[in-house]
């Protein structure tokens, strides 16, 4: 009785092995691309997707502490970053930490072919 039951879990094992990093690993990166940081700020690797999402990323990083996010650089080169810092309110040191835009969306390639 008891060997049968042990078989009969044995593909439910295996099932649940090859589902659990298949799905979920695969997805990390879109949901969180903050690469490094801590409670007053961080960075995130700079790309055109990760620009055009990095207020909402930076905001649920900062919002994990319970504060608000500002970006405060955006260097658009590939091997470069987006930073932020987390503030406790939103109007602090507005003028010694300036906010800087963003991009919404990731334009067109515009390269040259020549001959």
């Known amino acids: ?6 078989l009969r879990t044995i593909p439910c ?7 659990a990093p298949s799905g ?3 997805q990390a990166w879109n949901f969180w691309p903050v690469w490094h940081g801590n409670d ?3 960075i995130i690797p700079w790309s055109c997707e990760n620009e055009s999402v990095a207020p909402q990323a930076a905001g649920a990083y900062c ?5 608000y996010a500002r970006i405060t650089g955006v260097t658009r080169h590939y091997g470069d970053y987006i930073s932020f810092n987390c503030l ?9 930490l300036p906010a ?3 991009r919404a969306y990731c334009p067109g390639d515009r390269r040259i072919l020549a001959k």
């Open 63 to 67: 919002g994990r502490f319970g504060k």
């Open 40 to 42: 007053t700020g961080g």
């Open 100 to 102: 800087v835009a963003t």
């Open 1 to 6: 009785m008891r060997a049968t039951a042990f």
């Open 13 to 19: 094992v295996i099932f649940m092995a090859m589902l």
């Open 88 to 96: 406790w309110a939103p109007n602090i040191a507005r003028y010694d």
């Open 24 to 26: 979920a690993s695969a």
